[in-house]
């Protein structure tokens, strides 16, 4: 078996106390590819660090949503300047979010979130590095910027829009990444059963989202993605966990 973890957040405090040996156990667990997703310049430098640490992390850096508020559109540009010339394997985090705007403030925070989104879609566009997008109460959104740009490969990560929408992105073939919660998660069982297995990938979300009442979530937690993807594709479990390894290597061709 081979597993791989596209969206993770291993430079939060969570994970800082005993890192070398959450790696060991992941590694030991068939844990073969962990994305850690930046999301501001100081976690951006992180992910940076924990890649040449350890051989199985592989960068994507970005900037969440909710990140850019605090930045000047000068601010976002040179981030997005430093982004490029780290040369990660994806851009992300990314993405529009609605849901977090403050009173007040909601016109100029949108107006940042869309301008740094736009740009990321563009270096997409020019680098072929695949976006990992959040889309939190923006999935329109989301889903008319990517039917008006050239991207073929961004990843949709933990997308809880509407089944309607889900199916248009799915049928522009489009990535879904699966959490380990999908066993409580009627939207993420639609989206497996909607979907081309070829268009499928595992996230942890972690620290978030996961599985294991009171654990922090970990990169082989995607185990329990995998299994169900198995289960509602009528494959086995090996099958399952071979086809999300290749789309992996096939969508992100930088590693
Ligand atoms: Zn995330």
Redesign the pocket.
């Known amino acids: 078996m081979r597993l791989v973890d596209v ?3 291993l430079d939060f405090p969570e994970y800082k106390k005993d890192i070398d040996n959450l790696i060991k156990v992941q590694e030991e667990n068939n844990v073969k590819a962990i994305i850690a ?1 930046g ?1 501001n310049s100081k976690s951006n430098r992180e992910v940076l660090k924990l890649q040449e640490k350890f051989k199985v992390v592989k960068p994507a850096l970005g900037l ?1 949503p909710t990140d850019v508020h605090n930045m000047s559109f000068e601010e976002i540009d040179e981030e997005i300047d430093f982004i490029r010339k780290a040369k990660p394997i994806a851009l ?2 990314v993405g529009l979010d609605n849901k977090y705007l403050d009173e007040g403030k909601t016109a100029i925070q949108k107006k940042k979130q869309l301008y740094a989104f736009e740009k990321f879609i563009s270096l997409s566009e020019k680098t072929k590095l695949p976006l ?1 997008i ?1 889309s939190r109460k923006a999935e329109l959104e989301i889903h008319d910027l990517l039917e008006s740009s050239k991207l073929k490969n961004p990843v949709l ?2 997308f809880m829009g509407k089944k309607k929408l889900m199916q248009k992105l799915s049928d522009k073939g489009y990535n879904f990444s699966i959490l380990p919660i999908i066993n409580k998660s009627q939207q993420l069982q639609e989206i497996v059963n909607y979907t081309n297995l070829r268009q499928l990938l595992t996230e942890t ?1 972690g620290p ?1 989202m996961s599985p294991v009442q009171g654990k922090v979530s970990e990169p082989r937690y995607v185990e329990f993605a995998i299994k169900k993807i198995a289960e509602l594709k009528k494959i086995t479990v090996e099958e399952a966990s071979n086809i999300v390894f290749m789309n992996y290597q096939s969508t992100f061709k930088n590693q």
Do not use: K
């Open positions: 969206h993770i957040h997703n999301v969440y992300g985090e990992i959040h990560h933990c979300d978030y």
